[in-house]
Structure formats: C-alpha cells, structure tokens
C-alpha cells in the first residue's frame, strides 16, 4: 500500500510540474510545410539550356529559327547522374528563358522543340529531365520566365492568359514540381512576333501575380513560389554566390513583386517581416548562366565552390548552383570535374565531428526541453528557455580537449526564427576566449574559426526576439583552409 501511495504523489508532482510548463508559442511569421521541405534541401542545380547555347548569347531576342535548338547527344541522365554524386538535391531547369523557347513541345507557341529538326521534332527536354530525376532521387522545378521576347502577345493583356497557358501544361504534364522560378528581367527590346521593338510594363500590376499564384498552388500545392520578392522563396539579391550574415527569414513582401529593386532587403531580409520569404542563393559556375567554349578554362574551382557554400547554406540561404550544358547536351567535363572536387571537399570539411559529452545550460524551459537536445541529433528536439527569457547561456563539455573549428547551429523554425545575437567562446588556458559573434540564425549556420583546442564551448543567446528555441548544435575540426 504504500508503495502505491508513493507512486500516487509521484504521478500527481509530474503532473503539477508539467502544467507549469507551457507550451512554446510560434515566434511570428513560421514557415509554411512546403517552406520546411525546401529549407531542408539545401543544394540543388539550375540548369540554362536553350536557343542561346546554339547561338553563343546570354539573352536571346526571340527572332531565333527554332532549328538552331540542336544538341548532338542530349543526356539529361548524365545531368541527373552528376548532380546526384555531387550531393545535390534537385534540378530546376529553364524550361522557358526570355527568348520565348519552350523546350517542351507546348501547344501555345510554334518556338519550341516541336519546330526543331531536334528529334525531328518529337523531342521533349523536361520529360527527359522529368525521367532522370525520377530514375536518380531528384526534385525537379521549372523555370518559366515572365519575360517572352517572340511572343507578339506580350505587352497586352492576352500575354498574361497565353502566360498561365504554359504554366499550367509543366505543372500538370511533368508530375511533382519542388520550384517554380519567377525570373526579375521584365520587358525591353524584342522581336515580338516580327514588332522590333521595346515594350515596357508595369512589373508591379501587368502579371497580376496573385492569381498566377493561384495556378501553382492549386495545381502544386508542395511547389514553393519564387521570385525577388516571393511569396515563397525570395531572391538574395546578387548573383555572385553572396547571402547576407544577417539573414532573417522574414519579409513583409505586401508590396513587393518580381522585378522590383530592393538591394538590402533582399539580402537580410526584416526582422519585423510579417511572412516567411527565406533566401535563396543563386550563382552560375562560369563566368556566363549558358554555355560558351570559351569560358571552359573559366570554371570556379572545387575551392570556390565550398566557399560559396559557407556563404549560402552557412547563412542560413539555399544554395542554387547553375551548370550549364553544352551544345552536345552534356555537363562539360570541367564543370564535373570541380562540381565533383566539391563535393569532396565538403565530406572532408564535416567527416570529423566532435561531439559534446555533457551539454548545460543556465536556464531551461523544463525537462522536455532540456539543453541537451541541442546535441541529441533529432531535428524534432529542442533547447528553451522560459517565456520572456531572451538571454541564455549554454556550455558543451567534451570531457577532454579537442580541436575544433566549425560549429553550425539550426533554430527549431517551426515555431519561428528568434535570435537576434549570439557569440561563441571556448575555455582555453583556464579563461574563455572569443570564437565568434553572429546575429541571426534561422534554420541553418555554420561558422569557421581558427583551429581551437578546448574543452569547453560556451554559447551565449545575447538577444532574441522570443525565448530562444535550438534544435541543433554541432562541432567539426575541418582541414584547415
């Protein structure tokens, strides 16, 4: 009997105890599941390919004889193949750029594969591309630029009718969508079915965005939206391989469209932003998005590559990277060559991770939210502290020194991105010694610094705009750079 009475007032303390710990409210704006599984891919491809391969340009003027579309041996498997060991998740292609060339045979236009001597036109490129993601375990997006300059629709409003036409045949012809990619470039000279000349529009009103986006999430409701503004997805605001390291996920978008200038914003987004709009970061590995022979010895190198990838993934962005293939179909052997050498150098940076053999903090939220859930390697755990708690500091004990020289950190952005401000020091010769001093986080960072022995490392939460919430912390020693 008396075991049972003890057993009774156990229950009813863990009961108690439990009420007084309320569950953690979100930190407003949270992203949307579509946004979650986006942020977990991290690295994917873009791929240009069209009339311009052919004709050696960056912009085609629209006026381009659909017969110039000619590649030798297509083979969107090596694509798919290369992409898949270079640990990249996707691949968004430029199904339309702004020459107006469809490389599907859409039943709206006659400059499209289906004009092409290429497979006498039978020939589809994204169902090719459609057929190796699938066969490798790849997501696949659509590039469709907003800009045409051979339809001699654009400009008026039957454009944007003959617009939502395509968006509608990739959307329900080519299976599941991961992107849909709303390019900025937005009206100028052309050949508008044989008009020559420049047409400009209002980037603000003219595509009456709101109900394209309709199109998409009624049709993909898993895609994400992106363009310079969203409303999924927001552009970084360079093309250089550059994300901000200050970058919130938040963005009051409510006047924002595609094509609009916004320099900083785009980079670090708004800490006060009513929506989820989290960066993405895209950059060519040649000096030009399509393919040119003569920047085949201008190929970034593996070494570029990781260091672009510490300024995107590393600052809580995606990273975009364009392969563009040439005028055989294939990735050029360059191109492979370093996008391959990359992903070496990536396992080597994240091979050796030191793990923490106690974890403690100076305020927790209560048991199921202890400090050591930032350490426990499940996405779904994680550290906080009490409501109005803004400020905290926890201590990752490795019970003997080691050398380090990464940390990477993930907020639990399900209930929002909090932290404002954050160092990271480490116990070494019995006092704590600067690492790093970060603002933001979000759903991923990873910091360099120099190759530290220590036992002890000490984060400390200096400012957030909610009790912190942390989900993940971890520690590498990495090849010194």
């Given at each position: 009997m008396k075991n049972i009475y003890y057993l009774i007032i156990a229950a009813c303390l863990c009961l108690t105890a439990c009420k007084t710990v309320a569950p953690l409210q979100p930190c407003n704006p949270v992203p949307e599941q579509r946004q979650l599984a986006w942020h977990d891919m991290g690295c994917y491809l873009f791929v240009h390919f069209t009339v311009n391969t052919f004709t050696d340009r960056e912009w085609g003027l629209g006026d381009e004889d659909p017969n110039v579309f000619s590649p030798t041996d297509l083979d969107c498997r090596q694509w798919a193949r290369v992409a898949k060991e270079a640990g990249m998740k996707g691949i968004i292609i430029t199904a339309k750029h702004h020459d107006g060339f469809c490389l599907w045979p859409s039943k709206y236009t006659d400059h499209s594969v289906k004009y092409s001597k290429w497979k006498n036109g039978q020939g589809d490129v994204v169902r090719e591309l459609r057929k190796a993601c699938d066969e490798y375990g790849l997501k696949m997006g659509v590039y469709l630029s907003p800009w045409d300059r051979n339809s001699a629709k654009y400009g008026t409003p039957e454009y944007i009718t003959y617009y939502r036409n395509q968006l509608r045949e990739l959307l329900t012809e080519y299976g599941d969508i991961f992107e849909v990619w709303c390019d900025g470039a937005n009206g100028g000279d052309g050949y508008y079915g044989g008009a020559r000349e420049?047409?400009?529009?209002?980037?603000?009103?003219?595509?009456?965005?709101?109900?394209?986006?309709?199109?998409v999430r009624e049709l993909q409701p898993k895609a994400v939206l992106f363009s310079d503004a969203g409303p999924d997805v927001r552009w970084v605001g360079n093309e250089s391989g550059m994300g901000s390291p200050t970058n919130w996920c938040a963005l009051s978008r409510d006047t924002m469209y595609a094509g609009g200038h916004y320099p900083v914003i785009l980079g670090t987004g708004q800490e006060t932003g009513k929506f989820w709009v989290p960066a993405e970061v895209d950059v060519s590995i040649r000096p030009g998005w399509f393919y040119h022979a003569n920047q085949d010895t201008?190929?970034?190198?593996p070494e570029n590559l990781l260091q672009l990838y510490y300024q995107s993934v590393g600052r809580n962005s995606s990273f975009l990277l364009n392969i563009p293939p040439d005028r055989r179909g294939h990735f050029n052997e360059n191109d492979v060559k370093s996008v391959l050498g990359f992903k070496k150098l990536l396992d080597e940076e994240f091979k050796n991770e030191v793990k923490p053999a106690k974890v403690t903090a100076n305020e927790n939220r209560g048991k199921a939210f202890n400090a050591k859930f930032m350490a426990d390697g499940k996405p779904g755990t994680y550290w906080a502290t009490k409501d109005g708690v803004t400020s905290a500091t926890a201590e990752f004990d490795f019970g003997s020194?080691?050398?380090?020289?990464?940390?990477?950190?993930?907020?639990?952005?399900?209930?929002?991105?909090?932290?404002?401000?954050?160092?990271?020091?480490?116990f070494v010769g019995g006092q704590w010694t600067n690492l790093v001093d970060g603002t933001t986080v979000g759903y991923k960072i990873i910091r360099k610094f120099p190759l530290t022995k220590t036992s002890k490392i000490r984060l400390t939460i200096e400012d957030s705009k909610a009790c912190p919430a942390i989900s993940n912390v971890q520690f590498f020693k990495a090849p010194k750079d």
């Open positions: 420049k047409r400009t529009i209002d980037r603000a009103t003219y595509y009456d965005w709101q109900n394209t986006y309709k199109i201008a190929v970034r190198t020194e080691q050398d380090i020289n990464r940390i990477l950190m993930q907020e639990y952005v399900k209930l929002g991105q909090r932290i404002k401000k954050f160092k990271v020091e480490a």
